[in-house]
C-alpha cells in the first residue's frame, strides 16, 4: 500500500503522497511515475491509494459527482462517493478470492487484517471550514466496510494512511514533525519510503489556504497500463 499524508494548520492543509504502484502480486514496482492527487474541481482534490481499477473507478465517480451535486460542499461529495464505491469492491473481492496462488497481501486484505483501499478527498465544507475526509474500506465479516476519519479544525493535526509505519519512523526520528508544515511532508515521505518498498517515486504535494491551492511538487503526466495496486 502506498501512502497518503494530509497535515492541516490553522487555514493551510498540505496534501501529499508519492508516485509508486505495485504489480497486482505486490512482487515489483509496477511505475514510479503514476498519478495520485486529481484536482476535481476548483480547491477540491481527491487522492485514492489502492488498486489501479478502483483508483481509476473513484475518480471517474468523484468528477461526475461534482457535476451532479454542482455543490462546494467535501461533505455530500465524500459522503457519495462512499456509497457509489462499495458495489465495486464487493465485486473486487469476490475477484480477488479466485486468485491463485494467492499473495499474503491480497490474503491479509480479504482477511481484514489489513487495508483494501483508502481514499482522501481535501478542500471546504459550505461553512467554509478547511480539511479533509479520508474513507478506509476494508473487509469485516466477508463485506466490505468504509470507515471515515475526517478533520477541520485549526490546530496542527497529521494524518497518514500509512498507520504504524508512519508512527514508527517518526517514533525513531522524532524531528520529522520539526519545521514548516511543507518540511515537515516532504521529511516525512522521505523516512517513508526508506521505511516501505511499496513507498516510492518523486513527492506529490498540494498546498491549500485561503487564497487558493498551488503545487508544491506537481503529479507525473500518465501512468503504466499494467495491472497495479
Known amino acids: 500500500m502506498s501512502t497518503i499524508i494530509c497535515l492541516k494548520t490553522e487555514d493551510t492543509l498540505i496534501l501529499a503522497t508519492d508516485s509508486r504502484f505495485m504489480t497486482a ?3 515489483a514496482v509496477a511505475t514510479d511515475a503514476a498519478p495520485k492527487i486529481f484536482e476535481i474541481a476548483p480547491q477540491f482534490f481527491f487522492a485514492p491509494s489502492g488498486w489501479k481499477l478502483a483508483c481509476d ?3 471517474e465517480q468523484a468528477r461526475e459527482l461534482v457535476k451532479e451535486l454542482g455543490t462546494d460542499d467535501i461533505r455530500p461529495l465524500a459522503a457519495e462517493l462512499a456509497l457509489k464505491t462499495i458495489p465495486c ?4 473481492v469476490e475477484i480477488l478470492r479466485s486468485v491463485q496462488p494467492m499473495p499474503e497481501r491480497i490474503r491479509g486484505g480479504l482477511a481484514g487484517e489489513l487495508m483494501m483501499h483508502v481514499h482522501v478527498l481535501a478542500g471546504h465544507t459550505i ?8 474513507h478506509v474500506f476494508r473487509v469485516h465479516a466477508g463485506r466490505v466496510v468504509c470507515d471515515a476519519k475526517e478533520y477541520f479544525g485549526e490546530d496542527w493535526h497529521l494524518y497518514s494512511s500509512s498507520g504504524d509505519p508512519a508512527n514508527e519512523v517518526v517514533r525513531q526520528d522524532p524531528t520529522i514533525l520539526d519545521g514548516e508544515p511543507g ?7 522521505a523516512a517513508l519510503k526508506r521505511a516501505c518498498p511499496t513507498i516510492g517515486g518523486e513527492n506529490q504535494i498540494v498546498h491549500i489556504d485561503s487564497s487558493g491551492a498551488h503545487w508544491i511538487s506537481r503529479p507525473p503526466a500518465d501512468v503504466t497500463e499494467r495491472t497495479l495496486y
Open 89 to 92: 469492491f464487493e465485486a473486487l
Open 127 to 134: 461553512h467554509g471550514e478547511l480539511g479533509y475526509i479520508a
Open 57 to 59: 473507478f473513484q475518480l
Open 25 to 27: 502480486d505486490f512482487s
Open 183 to 189: 518540511e515537515v511532508v516532504h521529511k516525512l515521505l
